[in-house]
């Protein structure tokens, strides 16, 4: 089978959900998702996106499982091919005064609500179906479901899912050069061995999760 064929197999499974509740009568179907709950220093990015009912990006798929030059190529064709999208982030600070599970809710539901007021200035009308990754949302005004591992069964989510890596991946780079010495442009982050090596020579930066660094009996 052709590398095309396989990708639009996949494509054609990860639009079910969206094409079973658009029969159901749904119009605006809005996929969510986060990236960033696990590394050490920057934010928690969520973003949230209608798709256009010409969404024909085949290569689409859960942003763990491309490459970063993919990602980056996909990124602006999602924007395009959207009704609307939006970001939500959550800092550090606010990480570790209410925990990350706690933060990532709240990036989601900036998302979501930011989403929402586009859509209703567009004069489409507001979300009435959010899909999102693993989790759902309390108080929100719209029916949602909590798709397990949602990232790779939704294209909607697929797509929130690139649009909240490639936003997140973009502004580490941008902290390698405000906080050198912890390989935040390669590592995003994450607790690498060049990561840990910059915090014993260095110590913590603003950007740094204490809470994350407590456990590992670091300050």
Same mark, same amino acid.
């Given at each position: 089978?052709?590398?095309?064929?396989?990708?639009?197999?996949? /494509?054609?499974?990860?639009?079910?959900? !969206?094409?079973?509740?658009?029969?159901?009568?749904?119009?605006?179907?809005?996929?969510?998702?986060?990236?960033?709950?696990?590394?050490?220093?920057?934010?928690?990015?969520?973003?949230?996106?209608?798709? $256009?009912?010409? /969404? @024909?990006?085949?290569?689409?798929?859960?942003?763990?499982?491309?490459?970063?030059?993919?990602?980056?190529?996909? /990124?602006?064709?999602?924007?395009?091919?959207?009704?609307?999208?939006?970001?939500?982030?959550? $800092?550090?600070?606010?990480? @570790? =005064?209410?925990?990350?599970?706690?933060?990532?809710?709240?990036? &989601?539901?900036?998302?979501?609500?930011?989403?929402? =007021?586009?859509?209703?200035?567009?004069?489409?009308?507001?979300?009435? &179906?959010?899909?999102?990754?693993?989790? +759902?949302?309390?108080?929100?005004?719209? !029916?949602?479901?909590?798709?397990?591992?949602?990232?790779?069964?939704?294209?909607?989510?697929?797509?929130?899912?690139?649009?909240?890596?490639?936003?997140?991946?973009?502004?580490?780079?941008?902290?390698?050069?405000?906080?050198?010495?912890?390989?935040?442009? $390669?590592?995003?982050?994450?607790? +690498?061995?060049?990561?840990?090596?910059?915090?014993?020579?260095?110590?913590?930066?603003?950007?740094?999760?204490? $809470? /994350?660094?407590?456990?590992?009996?670091?300050?």
């Amino acid at each position: 089978m052709k590398r095309e064929e396989k990708y639009k197999l996949r /494509f054609d499974e990860m639009s079910k959900i !969206e094409k079973q509740l658009k029969e159901e009568g749904y119009s605006m179907i809005a996929g969510v998702d986060e990236v960033g709950r696990g590394p050490l220093a920057g934010p928690v990015v969520a973003a949230a996106v209608v798709l $256009s009912d010409d /969404f @024909d990006l085949i290569e689409i798929n859960d942003s763990k499982k491309l490459s970063e030059k993919k990602r980056e190529e996909l /990124f602006p064709l999602i924007k395009e091919k959207s009704v609307a999208y939006a970001i939500g982030m959550v $800092s550090p600070e606010i990480i @570790d =005064e209410i925990n990350i599970l706690e933060a990532t809710k709240i990036a &989601m539901r900036g998302a979501v609500l930011n989403l929402n =007021e586009k859509l209703k200035e567009n004069g489409v009308g507001g979300i009435d &179906m959010l899909l999102i990754d693993a989790l +759902t949302l309390d108080n929100m005004p719209m !029916e949602q479901k909590g798709i397990i591992k949602g990232d790779a069964k939704s294209i909607s989510i697929a797509a929130a899912s690139v649009l909240a890596k490639v936003t997140r991946d973009r502004l580490m780079m941008e902290y390698d050069s405000e906080y050198p010495g912890y390989g935040f442009a $390669s590592n995003k982050g994450y607790g +690498t061995k060049a990561h840990y090596e910059g915090i014993e020579k260095q110590g913590i930066c603003p950007i740094h999760r204490r $809470s /994350f660094l407590k456990k590992r009996g670091q300050r």
